[in-house]
T-cell receptor
Framework: DGGITQSPKYLFRKEGQNVTLSCEQN?????MYWYRQDPGQGLRLIYY???????QKGDIAEGYSVSREKKESFPLTVTSAQKNPTAFYLC????????????FGPGTRLTVL | GQNIDQPTEMTATEGAIVQINCTYQ??????LFWYQQHAGEAPTFLSY????GLEEKGRFSSFLSRSKGYSYLLLKELQMKDSASYLC??????????????FGPGTRLSVLP
């Protein structure tokens, strides 16, 4: 079955540690996105990538980094520079076509202790 | 800047009809999407409008007026399982880099028996 996977579902880290969140898709989508969601709020864009080996900052990129070495993968690293990293992180992908809703992964809930 | 507004919370009764409004002020508008998100889960696609008018999909309908920067999601014959957050998202066509999505804050709908 085609879809987007994110791992792990829950992640705990100590303050000051970098952590990488995985996102893999087998939908053959060109575009991939990372969002952050805080309790009771909407989605805020962290980074997005339209093609392999290229990506752009979203609205809240500070303290995060990404890579897009393969079409299927778009990992997000939450660095120690991110001041408030505890949140629900969602990865999404879409095609480049005119009718292209985003498909979302199940999300990773990161808690920094 | 880009701005999308939705009511924060709404309450309706099982079997009733509810309309969730979304207003937007964006540049490069290229379509409006509605997603449903249950607590702790990923958003799932409900509907899409790119031209003015009404799109109907079963119990869900969505309307768009581009001149007014306005959309609504209409849910009929409400069921308890419709209790969720409903996210309005605008797809933006970026001149220099493909396309992107901006999400509203979401409307939390509670369906009461």
């Amino acid at each position: 079955d085609g879809g987007i996977t994110q791992s792990p579902k829950y992640l705990f880290r100590k303050e000051g540690q970098n952590v990488t969140l995985s996102c893999e898709q087998n939908l053959n989508h060109d575009a991939m996105y990372w969002y952050r969601q805080d309790p009771g709020q909407g989605l805020r864009l962290i980074y997005y990538s339209q093609i392999v080996n290229d990506f752009q900052k979203g609205d809240i990129a500070e303290g995060y980094s990404v890579s897009r070495e393969k079409k299927e993968s778009f990992p997000l690293t939450v660095t120690s520079a991110q001041k408030n990293p505890t949140a629900f992180y969602l990865c999404a992908s879409s095609t480049g076509g005119s009718y292209n809703e985003q498909f979302f992964g199940p999300g990773t809930r990161l808690t920094v202790l | 800047g880009q701005n999308i507004d939705q009511p924060t919370e709404m309450t309706a009764t099982e079997g009733a009809i509810v309309q969730i409004n979304c207003t937007y002020q964006t540049s490069g508008f290229n379509g409006l999407f509605w997603y449903q998100q249950h607590a702790g889960e990923a958003p799932t696609f409900l509907s899409y409008n790119v031209l003015d008018g009404l799109e109907e999909k079963g119990r869900f309908s969505s309307f768009l007026s581009r001149s007014k920067g306005y959309s609504y999601l209409l849910l009929k014959e409400l069921q308890m399982k419709d209790s969720a957050s409903y996210l309005c998202a605008v797809r933006l066509l970026l001149l220099n880099y493909g396309q992107n999505f901006v999400f509203g804050p979401g409307t939390r709908l509670s369906v009461l028996p």
